[in-house]
Nanobody, 130 residues
Framework: VQLQASGGGLVQPGGSLRLACPASRFTMNLYDIAWFRRAPGKEREGVSCISSNNGNAFYANSVKGRFTISIDNAKNTVYLQMNSLKPEDTAVYYC????????????????????????WGQGTQVTVSS
């Protein structure tokens, strides 16, 4: 079971990037999937998640309206489309999956809590700078 995030890089403020995270050995749309980030000197932050139950997506207030999470079922890959990037979006971004779901307390909700996620991909660096 593996996740592998990619797509990070250096981009100017206002620019866009699309992060990708393909999964191996499990079917991604059967589980709650999330993106997190960690900026230098800061705690890990939940960015977005997508629910396996109904496909609903949740976003941190700081990225709402600018970022979009999606899953390509044919490629078994989750994406994070990031538009209108700001310097404060600079961080290492991680994808994660909840492979041991709790039916009472789903991993993906508006709080995007990291403790529910079991499998983590290696991070990809996003740097927003002019």
């Amino acid at each position: 079971v593996q996740l592998q995030a990619s797509g990070g890089g250096l981009v100017q403020p206002g620019g866009s990037l699309r992060l990708a995270c393909p999964a191996s050995r499990f079917t991604m749309n059967l589980y709650d999937i999330a993106w997190f980030r960690r900026a230098p000197g800061k705690e890990r932050e939940g960015v977005s998640c997508i629910s396996s139950n109904n496909g609903n997506a949740f976003y941190a207030n700081s990225v709402k309206g600018r970022f979009t999470i999606s899953i390509d079922n044919a490629k078994n890959t989750v994406y994070l489309q990031m538009n209108s990037l700001k310097p404060e979006d600079t961080a290492v971004y991680y994808c994660a999956a909840d492979l041991i779901p709790d039916p009472v307390f789903p991993a993906c909700d508006s709080s995007i809590k990291s403790g529910y996620y079991d499998i983590w991909g290696q991070g990809t660096q996003v740097t927003v700078s002019s």
